[in-house]
C-alpha cells in the first residue's frame, strides 16, 4: 500500500480481501488476482475522489461480515461480498469500478486475454462490425432532444 494512502491499516485490509475475493488469480490463464501486490498498490493509490464512497462500502462491508472481512474464512468472504454485491448502490459501484480500471491496466492481465499490452491508440484495435441494421428502428424514431 503507498505510503500515502488514504485508507486506514483495517480498510487496507479488506479492500485487500475484497478485491481478490472479486478476482481472484487464474493459473489456468496466468492471470494474476486483483490483490496481487502490484495491482493492488495501484488500487490502493487510484481511490481519488471515490475515497468517501469506497468507504462507505467498506464500512458495509464490515457491518455484513460481523467484524474484519479479511479475517473471514474464503467461503464466508465471498457469501459477504455477494450479499454486498445483491445490495448495491453508488459506494459499492465506486469500490468495484476503482478495482476493475486498475486491474485491467496491468500487462499481465492484458496479455492473459490475448491483448498486447499497450494504448489503444495510435495503432488502434480491430473491432468486429456487428448488425448496423439493429439501428434503423433509433434512427426512424421522432427526435426527443431540443435543436
Same mark, same amino acid.
Given at each position: 500500500?503507498?505510503?500515502?494512502?488514504?485508507?486506514?491499516? !483495517?480498510? %487496507?485490509?479488506? =479492500?485487500? *480481501?475484497?478485491? +481478490?475475493?472479486?478476482?481472484? $488469480?487464474?493459473? /489456468?490463464?496466468?492471470?494474476?488476482?486483483?490483490?496481487?501486490?502490484?495491482?493492488?498498490?495501484?488500487?490502493?493509490?487510484?481511490?481519488?475522489?471515490?475515497?468517501?464512497?469506497?468507504?462507505?462500502?467498506?464500512?458495509?462491508?464490515?457491518?455484513?461480515?460481523?467484524?474484519?472481512?479479511?479475517?473471514?474464512?474464503?467461503?464466508?468472504?465471498? !457469501?459477504? %461480498?455477494?450479499? =454486498?454485491? *445483491?445490495?448495491? +448502490?453508488?459506494?459499492?459501484? $465506486?469500490?468495484? /469500478?476503482?478495482?476493475?480500471?486498475?486491474?485491467?491496466?496491468?500487462?499481465?492481465?492484458?496479455?492473459?486475454?490475448?491483448?498486447?499490452?499497450?494504448?489503444?491508440?495510435?495503432?488502434?484495435?480491430?473491432?468486429?462490425?456487428?448488425?448496423?441494421?439493429?439501428?434503423?428502428?433509433?434512427?426512424?424514431?421522432?427526435?426527443?432532444?431540443?435543436?
Amino acid at each position: 500500500m503507498p505510503a500515502n494512502s488514504p485508507l486506514t491499516a !483495517a480498510e %487496507a485490509r479488506d =479492500l485487500l *480481501a475484497f478485491a +481478490g475475493t472479486m478476482i481472484p $488469480a487464474s493459473e /489456468r490463464y496466468g492471470a494474476p488476482g486483483a490483490d496481487d501486490k502490484v495491482i493492488f498498490a495501484e488500487i490502493a493509490g487510484s481511490l481519488g475522489r471515490d475515497r468517501d464512497d469506497i468507504g462507505l462500502a467498506l464500512a458495509r462491508l464490515a457491518v455484513l461480515s460481523g467484524g474484519v472481512f479479511a479475517d473471514l474464512p474464503a467461503e464466508r468472504r465471498l !457469501a459477504v %461480498a455477494n450479499q =454486498l454485491r *445483491a445490495e448495491g +448502490g453508488l459506494p459499492l459501484a $465506486a469500490l468495484t /469500478r476503482v478495482i476493475l480500471l486498475c486491474y485491467y491496466r496491468d500487462d499481465r492481465v492484458m496479455r492473459s486475454l490475448g491483448q498486447e499490452p499497450r494504448p489503444p491508440f495510435p495503432l488502434g484495435h480491430v473491432v468486429e462490425q456487428g448488425d448496423w441494421s439493429l439501428l434503423d428502428p433509433v434512427k426512424k424514431r421522432t427526435p426527443f432532444y431540443r435543436r
